[in-house]
């Protein structure tokens, strides 16, 4: 089934509100009533079209933008905000790059302690780890780190609160 095929049937299937929110246009068995909102909580709300599951994020964003981009990003980190304007298209490398990941001792992300007592910042893209350069302090290596996201990923970057 095309993409374009795809958002006809969930057209079909469903209606969202401009909070992000699915609901039923098609009674689908005894608990599934018409009106009822749709979405199993999994870390990401999902439904089911047919035999399969889909991401209720998913499925909002083709209906309400017309198209399918590989994958569909929310902009806040919080998987459970479907609205429209918190969507939107990426790839793997890119939703990659905002995944929050455990920061180590140094406090920062991309930011390690070197046993001299020196910082090193380094940063992905994509497969390739970056080496940015040694630093006196921890927040001179976040700084590097943050321009370098930035210069990297725009939009996708999760900085370093440096304060």
Request: charged share 25%.
């Amino acid at each position: 089934m095309s993409d374009e095929q795809t958002i006809e049937l969930w057209r079909k299937l469903f209606v969202y509100n401009s909070d992000g929110v699915l609901f039923r246009k098609l009674a689908s068995g005894m608990l599934k009533q018409v009106g009822s909102p749709c979405g199993r909580d999994r870390g990401y709300l999902n439904v089911r079209v047919g035999k399969d599951f889909e991401y209720v994020h998913r499925i909002i964003f083709g209906m309400h933008y017309g198209y399918l981009p590989i994958q569909v990003d929310h902009k806040d980190r919080n998987g459970l905000n479907n609205a429209p304007p918190n969507l939107r298209p990426s790839n793997n490398t890119k939703n990659n790059c905002n995944v929050v990941k455990r920061i180590g001792k140094s406090g920062y992300r991309g930011v390690s302690a070197q046993r001299n007592g020196t910082f090193v910042a380094k940063i992905r893209d994509g497969n390739t780890r970056i080496h940015l350069g040694t630093f006196p302090n921890a927040r001179n290596a976040a700084i590097a780190y943050n321009k370098a996201a930035v210069k990297l990923h725009g939009e996708f970057a999760i900085l370093n609160r440096i304060e």
